[in-house]
């Protein structure tokens, strides 16, 4: 399981660095280069029984080149595409929910009859044709940076290299207020966010022991979340500016009551409507987050916007499922688990409401001071060549 739960964080983790060579390579080389790291990663795992090797070859190789094939996704869409933005997110993503609910299936037809091996290899050839599809990436923007050039010949590479680091990492974009709000919002929400995705299963299969469609779940909140991504993101287009902040605050207070529903379903079907709300609200999450940064931030930062937001998200979202699990043990149950879960999201709907208020407030600051600026005439001490003051003579006034 810590495979799997290893090759996961590695996809958030990476995503500052993915962030960089976005900015400074293209989307196009680097999803190309990512798709191939994770289909040298599966390849690896298939022919490897070692556990051990396994942490390296699908935790660490397949986790970092899935991380660098799936940020550009993201990036490129907003140089094609800026009045349909959500839409065309909800459209790209809705590929994911698909797969969800198809792959499964699918997997567990191909796994019993081939084996482990052969389906690791069926899977890289995904990656694979993923590396080519990436091919059609023809950024129409600029890269926020070029890549830098070292100056004079003196000193190591590593001396030249080093003052042009922050050139590499963009932190500017944690100058703006709103987008470091956004990012806080967003990293509490998914300690508890992802926690009935990952123990439902487990929970109905405890709770309704007579129940064998626990696979329909899955299915619910793959198709719910297929068509949140579609519908939320249609929606998204049509409301202006940072106010899209508002779709997620919903889905995270939306989610958060639904964690807490989840104990107090006494049928299976109960769930099942718990399930398709999940899905939802993890449709309109995944759609909106995108749009979003692009409204914070600007087209020219976002890579960076979005590849520091999830590398935020990493630490609590794979902390969040094992203390679960923790809480699950100490109590028996996962009643007292899917309660708290709920908090998190409730915590960070409410923090991300404040977003369109601060946004307004620092343009009402920005407008005023422009305005002072404008009415303010020069003082003696800042006048500079050629300017006249009124009322004093040319000699008094020349600095």
């Known amino acids: 399981a810590w495979v799997g739960a290893l090759a996961m964080g590695m996809i958030f983790f990476c995503s500052p660095v993915v962030s960089m060579f976005t900015d400074h390579f293209g989307c196009r080389k680097t999803a190309v280069g990512g798709a191939f790291v994770a289909f040298i990663g599966l390849l690896t795992t298939s022919l490897t029984n070692s556990l051990g ?13 899935s991380s660098f094939a799936f940020q550009p996704t993201l990036v490129i869409l907003g140089h094609y595409f800026r009045r349909r933005l959500g839409l065309v997110n909800g459209v790209v993503t809705a590929g994911s929910s698909v797969f969800s609910m198809a792959l499964p299936l699918l ?22 044709v993923q590396a080519f599809l990436a091919l059609t990436f023809k950024p129409l923007l600029p890269n926020a940076h070029s890549p830098p050039h070292a100056e004079g010949g003196g000193g190591s590479r590593w001396q030249r290299c080093l003052p042009q680091m922050p050139k590499f990492f963009n ?17 509490t929400a998914v300690l508890g966010y992802f926690v009935p995705y990952i123990h439902l299963v487990n929970y109905v299969m405890e709770e309704f022991k007579e129940t064998e469609k626990e696979w329909i779940l899955l299915v619910c909140i793959g198709a719910s979340s297929g068509v949140g991504r579609l519908v939320f993101g249609k929606i998204g287009d049509l409301i202006p500016g940072v106010k899209k902040i508002y779709m997620q605050v919903a889905s995270f207070l939306l989610l958060g009551l639904m964690s807490m529903m989840i104990p107090q379903c006494r049928v299976f079907e109960g769930v099942v409507v718990v399930c398709l709300f999940l899905g939802l609200c993890d449709g309109c999450f995944i759609t909106i987050m995108a749009p979003i940064a692009f409204e914070l931030v ?8 979005i590849g520091y937001l999830l590398g935020l998200m990493a630490i609590p979202m794979t902390a969040g499922p094992p203390i679960a699990g923790i809480l699950h043990d100490y109590f028996g149950n996962y009643h007292v688990a899917f309660y708290l879960a709920g908090v998190p999201p409730i915590i960070g709907g409410t923090v991300l409401f404040f977003i369109p208020l601060i946004h307004r407030w620092n343009q009402r600051c920005q407008q005023q001071e422009d305005h002072c600026k404008d009415k303010m ?8 060549n050629g300017d006249l003051l009124p009322g004093f003579a040319d000699v008094e006034t020349h600095v």
């Open 53 to 65: 090797l396994r942490y390296f070859t699908y935790g660490i190789l397949f986790g970092c080149g």
């Open 107 to 128: 997997l567990k037809k191909v796994v019993g009859p081939l084996g482990l091996s052969y389906t690791f290899q069926i899977l890289s050839t995904l990656m694979l």
């Open 171 to 187: 932190l500017r974009v944690f100058r703006v207020t709103t987008y470091r709000v956004w990012a806080f919002g967003v990293a």
């Open 298 to 305: 600007g087209p020219m930062q976002a890579s960076q916007a």
């Open 377 to 384: 005439l020069p003082s003696e001490n800042n006048a500079v």
